[in-house]
T-cell receptor
């Protein structure tokens, strides 16, 4: 089955610790995205990557870092510099080619930092 | 600054009612507009609209885009409790970036 997997589903961390959220896709998509969703809000873009070894900051990149060493994988690290990291994190991918703009989403990771 | 605004923010209706959700946008490098349904987990794709005036339809849901006035509407007829969800509007920009609105929370009461 083709799709996007995110792990873990729930993650708890203490303040001051870095934490890495996993995102893997087997859709052969070039573009991958990380979003953050807070209660009652839409999705806000953290980082996106159009090809391997390249990524761009979204609207709220401060306190986050990413890497794109493989096409299938786009891990997100929430660093201790992120002031309010508790949120629902969604990873998505799209083919990136003209006429195929639809994004596919993973199931999300709910991060709680205390 | 790119902006996507959805209205209303929330809506409560009775089963069988018809609802219209609105999405207006002010962005540069527009390519298309997408609608998603989110039920406490990952959003699922509903429609993608690229051309003005062409209605997309799927069962009781339909959507249309007006590129001159920069808005889209999503209609749901004969609503059911299973339609209760957050409906997200997103614009797809040149450069492979998606920009989402805050969503409309729809609650359908039996």
């Amino acid at each position: 089955d083709g799709g996007i997997t995110q792990s873990p589903k729930y993650l708890f961390r203490k303040e001051g610790q870095n934490v890495t959220l996993s995102c893997e896709q087997n859709l052969n998509h070039d573009a991958m995205y990380w979003y953050r969703q807070d209660p009652g809000q839409g999705l806000r873009l953290i980082y996106y990557s159009q090809i391997v070894n390249d990524f761009q900051k979204g609207d709220i990149a401060e306190g986050y870092s990413v890497s794109r060493e493989k096409k299938e994988s786009f891990p997100l690290t929430v660093t201790s510099a992120q002031k309010n990291p508790t949120a629902f994190y969604l990873c998505a991918s799209s083919s990136g080619y003209s006429g195929a703009y639809e994004q596919y989403f993973g199931p999300g990771t709910r991060l709680t930092v205390t | 600054e790119d902006k996507v605004v959805q209205s209303p923010l929330s809506l409560v209706v009775h089963e069988g009612d018809t609802v219209t959700l609105n999405c207006s946008y002010e962005v540069t490098n527009f390519r298309s507009l997408l609608w998603y349904k989110q039920e406490k987990k990952a959003p699922t794709f509903l429609f993608m609209l690229t051309s003005s005036g062409i209605e997309k339809k799927s069962g009781r849901l339909s959507s249309i885009l007006d590129k001159k006035e920069l808005f889209s509407i999503l209609n749901i007829t004969a609503t059911q409790t299973g339609d209760s969800a957050v409906y997200l509007c997103a614009v797809y920009l040149i450069g492979n970036q998606f920009y989402f609105g805050t969503g409309t929370s729809l609650t359908v009461i039996p």
